[in-house]
């Protein structure tokens, strides 16, 4: 099974560019990565997600090498609203079945 | 768009009891997840389904056990509860496009005494 490792928490401050970085040795040919942000008793909302190289939408950027070992998550000009825990994931499609495996997360304070 | 719903909010039981959650997808998907979130830690994998039937099962006792309805919402029942049952329980349903992008809802608080 494909598992995470990410920083545990991380601080940065308003206007702020901010980059996470997630491992995933064990990731699989089939494997996307997916980032999720949740804020305290809400449900993991929807970042990005990817499969190689860059993709960018209108809130961050994720990139991910060649090797596809590890993936960076880019916040830019971060906001005080976006305090919150920030997960990596990655497709895990175990047999007879579909397993989506969430790690510790990390838990991301802006400061103004 | 509705997202995805769940009921109730909040619950309070206790020990022994048993619950019943609930869930609606988004319209137009067919793969509904459960997952339990203790506080402090990331959401851990119990169920998902897919066309009414079951796709994978996280590492839960059988205590834990969950449905699909044709219109695609889906229950999610724990008997016998005990204190550590006690969690945000979250739905999450998705496209079949084999991508795992999955949409959560607001999640139920269940707190056992």
């Known amino acids: 099974l494909a598992k995470t490792t990410q920083p545990i928490s991380m601080d940065s401050y308003e206007g702020q560019e901010v980059n996470i970085t997630c491992s995933h040795n064990?990731?699989?040919?089939?494997?996307?990565i997916t980032w999720y942000q949740q804020f305290p008793s809400q449900g993991p909302r929807f970042i990005i997600q990817?499969?190689?190289t860059k993709v960018t939408n209108e809130v961050a950027s994720l990139f991910i090498p060649a090797d596809r070992k590890s993936s960076t998550l880019s916040l830019p000009r971060v906001s005080l609203s976006d305090t919150a825990v920030y997960y990596c994931?990655?497709?895990?499609?175990?047999?007879?079945?579909?397993?989506?495996?969430f790690g510790a997360g990390t838990r991301l304070f802006v400061k103004a | 768009d509705a997202g995805v719903t769940q009921s109730p909010t909040h619950l309070i039981k206790t020990r022994g009891q048993h619950v019943t959650l609930r869930c609606s997808p988004i319209?137009?998907?067919?793969?509904v997840s459960w997952y339990q979130q203790v506080l402090g830690q990331g959401p851990q994998f119990i169920f998902q389904?897919?066309?009414?039937?079951?796709?994978g099962r996280g590492n839960f006792p059988d205590r834990f056990s969950a449905r699909q309805f044709p219109n695609y919402s889906s229950e999610l029942n724990v008997n016998a509860l005990l204190l550590g049952d006690s969690a945000l329980y979250l739905c999450?349903?998705?496209?079949?496009?084999?991508?795992?992008?999955?949409?959560f809802g607001p999640g139920t608080r269940l707190t056992v005494l």
């Open positions: 999450a349903s998705s496209l079949p496009r084999g991508t795992d992008t999955q949409y």
């Open positions: 064990n990731i699989a040919t089939n494997d996307y």
């Open positions: 990817g499969y190689k």
């Open positions: 994931l990655v497709g895990d499609r175990a047999t007879g079945g579909f397993k989506t495996i």
């Open positions: 319209s137009g998907h067919k793969s």
């Open positions: 389904y897919y066309e009414k039937e079951e796709r």
